[in-house]
């Protein structure tokens, strides 16, 4: 018997892979590019893309999307329509229908407000240097 209970997933869940779809109860046999590890739920209707994980207890809720290499850390629940956007690794909860990014993952706006001020510094440091 196997020592960890299996993840459990609800209908409809959707896997992406090299651009095909597969649905189901389950992740397809053979394809080693989604993770999901013990004691994970993944809710109606989420999205999960190539190389994606789910680390033991993480929760992606209805409706959520992982995007291509994203990763949710132990424990850590990824909220109703919620999306984590590709290569981002998320070490916290995420709330529902919030957009997060980078690692550790954070909400988009602030992500890009921050970018934005650096470049504006960025620009005004090389203005006052000629």
């Not at 299996?6 to 189901?24: A, Y």
């Not at 919620?82 to 070490?91: E, F, K, L, R």
Request: proline letters at 5%.
């Amino acid at each position: 018997s196997y020592p960890h209970p299996v993840p459990r997933l609800q209908r409809d869940v959707l896997f992406l892979r090299q651009m095909r779809r597969h649905i189901g109860f389950a992740v397809p046999q053979n394809d080693n590019l989604v993770h999901i590890a013990h004691n994970c739920i993944v809710g109606d209707r989420a999205v999960l893309a190539a190389q994606a994980g789910l680390a033991g207890g993480a929760i992606l809720g209805e409706g959520a999307i992982l995007a291509g290499q994203a990763g949710v850390g132990s424990q850590v629940t990824v909220g109703k329509g919620a999306i984590v956007m590709g290569q981002s690794g998320v070490t916290k909860d995420v709330p529902d229908h919030t957009t997060v990014v980078g690692f550790p993952a954070e909400e988009t706006r602030k992500v890009w407000r921050e970018r934005a001020a650096l470049r504006r510094l960025l620009g005004s440091s090389r203005n006052e240097e000629e």
